[in-house]
Every structure is written in C-alpha cells, then in structure tokens.
C-alpha cells in the first residue's frame, strides 16, 4: 500500500511526458501531412519510444557502468566495432523499427485475425483456463513469457540449422567484443522474420496490445544484460533463469554455434533466449564458468553497418543459390 502513491506518480509523469510529446511533437506532424487518421496508433506507439528510452538508460548507466566492476573480459572500452551495435539498440529500442514493423504488417495480421475468427479458432486465451486465478493479470502474463519464451528457443535454434539462415544470424554472433548493446546486432531479414513470427505466435495465444509491448520491452531488457560483459552465472538460480555467461557460451567460438567436435559443422548449445528450461529439456544446454573469446570461426564482417548487412544477405544468398559463390 506504501508504494501506491509513488506508482501513481511515476503513471502520472509518465503520461503526462506521453501527452506533451503527442500534442507538441507528433500531433502536428501529422496534420502538417494529412495522416491524422493514424493518430490514435501513434498515440499509443508513443508507449514503444518512452519504454525504449528507459531501457536505453538503463543500459548505458546501470549495465555498462555493472561491465567495468565485474567484467567477464578485458575489454576496449570503445571499441569501434561497438558503434554499429550502439546504432542497432537506438534502431530497435526507439520504436523505429516496432513502427515500420506495424505499418507494414498491420494490414496483414487483421486479415489473418478474421480468418481465424471466421473458422472459429480458439486462441489459448490463458484467462478462461482456470479463470479466478489466469484472469489476474500478472499470472497471464506470466504464463504469455512462457509460451511466447518457447517460441523464441525453437525460432533462434533453428536459425543454427539452416545454413542460409545461419548466415543471416551469424552477424548476430560475429561481434568479438560482447557488451550490454550487442543484443539487437541482427540482420534486418531476420529482425523481419523474427517480428513475424514473435507477432504471429503472441497474436494465436491471444495475447493482448498492452501485454504485448510489456512482454517485448521486459524481454529485451533481459537480454541487454545477458549480453553484457558480465561474469555473472547466478549460482543456483541458473536453472531459472539464462545468466550472461550462460549466455556468452552460446557466443564462443567453437561453443555455440558449432557442433561439438565438428568444427564448421551447424549445431551449438544454450539457445535459450530468457529461460534455461528448453535447453534442458532437449539436452542443449552447457552450464561452465569458463570464459571463451567469441564470435565465428573463420567469419570477418565489416564494422560498417550497411556493409556487414550487404556481406551477410549475400553470404545467405550464395547458400541458397550455389551458382552465385
């Protein structure tokens, strides 16, 4: 009951930054070209902005000040290859790319949600299942990070198994210097994949819009600090939750993204994207207090961002199409 009247508060601030940013910044932008009709869309994709500049300070007074007491290497501490992932948070942190996403698939997701509807598709809707205990808001979500969790492991463990794909996603793990800001360092292809499909699955299990941006917003902030340049492995709250070295195994060389023994060969361990369990479950999973150098074996992209993306689609390209190598 203490904390009430400081929750209100922060609700309060908060939507009055919302509303002043609408009124005085979006709101007459729109009408100067015409797209009012898209205001109450904007008004809530305002949400994506401010929950990303929360994060954005997060990372860069908490997670990267964390890296310089408890590093789990010696690291540069501006390194240049860090600026593209810099640049790749803003990108993704500040609702530029949730936005494009939306206006681009919008469309699409309301045709899918009437055929669904039409068939009579009984999405999982967590809160009938056991409704005085999964209506409550906090144990929905609960179980919504779950399934959605599930999704994300089978998602990012196939991304290891088709090579096309594979080339995609090594950009991911080509950064030889890990930090709080290398988690959104992806190729645009498979950001696109990925936001289909993560949008696809929230969108079947009924997932609704307020849920869903706390859902992404959350997971993201987690994974900015499984990323970081942590040597945190949480003892006996590992089997609950994917600590940054767990992690960072998935990003060593000859770890995660090689089959053991087989160098060159697709395969790793810990794909897990928040919880250990899948790995566990399907025997994926390495828990080591060791630390390894990562990046790819045999993989030298280039620190400029458009031309790592270029190198990357036709490394993807070249495996689809052997003719073109």
Request: a negative charge; aromatic letters at 16%; hydrophobic letters at 50%.
């Amino acid at each position: 009951m203490d904390s009430n009247p400081v929750i209100a508060a922060i609700a309060s601030a908060y939507a009055s930054v919302q509303e002043f940013l609408f009124t005085y910044v979006v709101g007459p932008i729109l009408y100067q070209f015409d797209l009012m009709s898209m205001a109450e869309d904007v008004f809530d994709g305002i949400d994506w902005f401010l929950f990303g500049c929360i994060q954005i300070f997060l990372i860069a007074v908490i997670l990267r000040v964390w890296e310089r007491f408890s590093p789990a290497e010696t690291q540069e501490r501006f390194a240049k290859s860090s600026k593209a992932d810099i640049f790749y948070t803003l990108f993704h942190r500040l609702g530029i790319f949730h936005g494009l996403i939306f206006i681009a698939l919008s469309g699409f997701f309301f045709q899918i949600d009437s055929v669904l509807h039409d068939f009579r598709f009984g999405r999982l809707n967590v809160e009938s299942w056991w409704p005085s205990v999964t209506s409550i808001p906090l144990v929905s979500f609960c179980i919504y990070f779950v399934l959605l969790d599930f999704v994300e492991y089978l998602y990012h463990r196939a991304s290891h198994v088709f090579n096309w794909w594979w080339q995609l996603h090594a950009l991911h793990h080509s950064q030889t210097v890990m930090t709080a800001w290398s988690d959104d360092r992806n190729h645009i292809v498979d950001d696109i994949m990925h936001a289909f499909v993560f949008s696809f699955f929230a969108l079947l299990f009924g997932v609704s819009p307020a849920q869903f941006i706390l859902l992404v917003v959350l997971s993201q902030l987690i994974q900015s600090w499984q990323h970081a340049n942590l040597k945190i492995h949480l003892g006996p709250f590992k089997y609950l939750l994917i600590s940054p070295m767990y992690h960072r195994l998935h990003h060593a060389v000859g770890y995660g993204h090689e089959a053991k023994g087989k160098p060159g060969v697709l395969g790793g361990c810990n794909f897990g994207v928040l919880f250990p369990w899948w790995d566990m479950m399907f025997n994926t999973a390495i828990f080591s207090k060791e630390v390894h150098p990562t990046g790819v074996r045999d993989l030298v992209l280039s620190p400029n961002l458009l031309q790592h993306q270029w190198q990357s689609l036709m490394n993807s390209i070249r495996e689809i199409l052997p003719k073109a190598k």
